[in-house]
């Protein structure tokens, strides 16, 4: 095991990390009943990963515990916040414990809440697209200016190409598929991936474009959860957050709106167009697996879909 210190100077705890992985390989009592004893309580988000509140130093903090730690999560995480340490938009980075197998991370712990609570839907989107831009334009270096997003286009078209398919064609007789491979149909038909995989300047991105993620201090806009940073460009980054299927409860003219802001223009528009359907189509293919219990997402992302086609 090896331990990353900051800028900050900040030491993991040790003792506590160990404790933490202890009682979590034995059991949901044991856990609980270790947070209520060293004063720790659990967050909401962090994906599959544990993420708690610890306020017993000077500092708050915020700590992760990984489950998930493939394609270089918890390394795109700590490089992801230094990234943004500079701009006061994002956790510090405090400390690393960089286990073998159970791997931690500390971060500063943000007083905010979520962005749309606190801001209306065309302010928060703005100073979505303005943090997001600014993330953009910091220089693209070290580990993350080689690793592409974990979600990134290339990955989208794989499900569209390859995943999708396959699923579809074992599905036969199911009412949904023949609208389903005509959709597909028609995004082949658009040579939407051809355009897509044509190089296109690189930019910082989180990879990670969900609404939950945003937050607000009453002054700042806040971002959090770094795990899929890498490269992408404007344009799919752009599509990324307006077909997120957490943006549809963001009307669309507001999107429409911001799109200048999120880095659209004339030069990158047609790309911006091919991402925006694919990344939909994508959220299509997800939906459509859980289609008989997420029975009213699919039904809205289906006509989503359709409407970016027409």
Known sequence: MTTMASHREHTAPTELITALRAARATGSDAYA???????LR???GGRNNQVLAWDATGTPTCIKLYTNTDR???HREWHGLAHAAQLGCAPQPLWLDDHPNHPALGMTLLPAAPLL???DPTTAITALAQTTRTLQNIPLTGPLATLERIDSISHYIARLTDTWPAQLANAPDDPTTADMLALLNRWHASRDAELLAKPATRVYSRGDANLLNWLHDGKNTLVVDFEFSGYSDPAVDAADHIEHISARTIPNHIWKNAEADLGITPTNHTRFNAAQRTTALRWLAILWKQRHNRADEFTAQHKRVQALFS
């Open 117 to 119: 609570e606190v801001l």
């Open 72 to 74: 270089q999560r918890v």
């Open 33 to 39: 009943a270790l947070l209520r004893e060293r004063g």
């Open 42 to 44: 659990a967050l909401d």
